[in-house]
């Protein structure tokens, strides 16, 4: 099976995903002002920004994923939906953590939330790379992956920040740790990762062409 059935199945999830999170906002009504708005969404307005770059990142590196998979095996369709499941997760995480004002376990789930997202695209990517065998273009994309490892590390001290952080102001304290920690893991993804793109150019482009030398 190609990929492009996956791929648009996926990325329709994916837009679906976005449109209920940003149905979830409160109307302002019936104030008129920025300050109004602000008092109605103000925290909801953070809430889906912050969700909506984590879909994106998922969104552009999953294209990217499959830019250099050449077949759907079966394990992967699974893989994927387990991927998708965690993501269609989001609009809910993210209506609590904005109900609540990012109260201590709204926070803890939301980063169980990230944390699982993370742990089922490593499983997708996983699955790929068996699926190609010892020769997988995309085991020697992707290379270490320095930030595969170290995204799930900061779910978790994010995690345990909003647990240890007790009552009162240590609770908000914590609160803003696991808030930093998920911050600088979209961050850190944010950042264009040209690992894939540039092992989908040597793929495509003859060696020769890559050198600079023609016949």
């Known amino acids: 099976m190609r990929t ?3 791929e648009a199945f996926s990325d329709g999830v994916l837009a679906i995903i976005i449109t209920i999170m940003v149905l979830e906002l409160r109307n302002p009504a019936p104030g008129k002002t920025l300050s109004a708005l602000w008092g109605a969404a103000g925290i909801g307005l953070l809430s889906y920004l912050l969700s909506f770059v984590y879909v994106g990142i998922y969104w552009a590196n999953h294209h990217h994923l499959f830019q250099l998979t050449g077949l759907v095996t079966g394990g992967v369709l699974w893989a994927n939906l387990g991927l998708l499941f965690c993501l269609s997760l989001f609009p809910f995480t993210t209506q609590w953590v904005d109900g609540t004002n990012w109260a201590r376990t709204p926070v803890v789930v939301y980063g169980l939330n990230l944390l699982a997202a993370a742990i089922a695209y490593y499983i997708l990517q996983t699955v790929i790379i068996r699926s190609q065998g010892k020769d997988s273009p995309l085991r020697r994309a992707i290379g270490r992956d320095l930030k595969g490892k170290v995204s799930p590390a900061f779910y978790i ?39 894939i793109e540039t092992a989908i150019t040597a793929e495509l482009v003859p060696e020769h062409d890559q050198s600079g030398e023609h016949d």
């Open 157 to 195: 001290a994010g995690c345990v920040a909003a647990l240890v952080g007790g009552g009162g102001t240590g609770a908000r304290a914590g609160m803003w740790v696991a808030v930093a920690c998920y911050v600088a893991v979209a961050l850190m993804w944010v950042i264009p990762d040209r690992r």
């Open 4 to 6: 492009s059935r996956l």
